[in-house]
């Protein structure tokens, strides 16, 4: 028996695995990404449910991928069981991050502000400075019903860009409300509506001529 031959076929099969792995990995999720932005979430989990799929795919990647599916469906229960799911998975430290932050907004959005609170605790050790003090800033107003953020958020605002603009405009309407000025909370919560319906592009224009 020719052990040498027997080898390279060995290592040659490895190859053409791995091969193989990597490719259908990379269609799989060129599918994925066009279901997604056709709005077909139904049929990115359809295609994940596949058992080529769950058999090439780390599982907690293809968790993320469906919790990014069942998100946008709305499917709250889902989304927790996933979240849940996932924070028992082992992960890089990247990873862990990523799913921290997006459990934490998740469940304070979910008003679940003890199961929030658990994991601001752990971010409390891995976020980054900036990522935490966003965190801490979201829980305060939103479980504590702080209103200490009001002038720093309106400053903030004057050199906000589209984006990061919607979210401070909607913590000042909360913070306001919290601070039992129901007048200027619609004032802000009128105005997250603006930016809304305003044309694409017309945002960033309005943002240098406020203030």
Not at 12 to 19: D, E, G, H
Not at 45 to 56: A, F, N, T
Not at 127 to 152: D, G, H, M, N, V
């Amino acid at each position: 028996m020719d052990w040498q031959l027997i080898g390279i076929i060995l290592v040659a099969l490895c190859v053409i695995s791995l091969v193989y792995t990597e490719v259908q990995k990379r269609l799989v999720f060129s599918r994925y990404e066009r279901l997604f932005e056709r709005g077909d979430f139904e049929g990115c989990l359809r295609l994940l449910d596949g058992p080529l799929v769950r058999l090439i795919y780390p599982r907690y990647n293809l968790l993320y991928m469906r919790l990014n599916a069942q998100m946008c469906l709305q499917d709250d229960d889902e989304s927790r069981r996933i979240i849940e799911e996932m924070l028992g998975l082992h992960a890089s430290d990247e990873q862990r991050l990523v799913l921290l932050l997006r459990a934490f907004n998740f469940f304070v959005e979910q008003q679940d502000y003890a199961r929030a609170k658990e994991l601001l605790g752990e971010l409390r050790q891995k976020a980054a400075p900036e990522q935490l003090a966003e965190c801490e800033r979201t829980y305060a107003i939103f479980a504590e019903k702080s209103s200490a953020y009001i002038k720093e958020m309106e400053a903030e605002l004057r050199e906000a860009g589209s984006a990061d603009r919607t979210k401070l405009l909607y913590l000042l309407s909360v913070q306001y409300e919290n601070k039992g000025d129901a007048r200027r909370a619609n004032e802000y919560l009128e105005r997250v509506q603006d930016v809304f319906e305003a044309p694409v592009g017309a945002g960033d224009g309005a943002d240098g001529a406020e203030g």
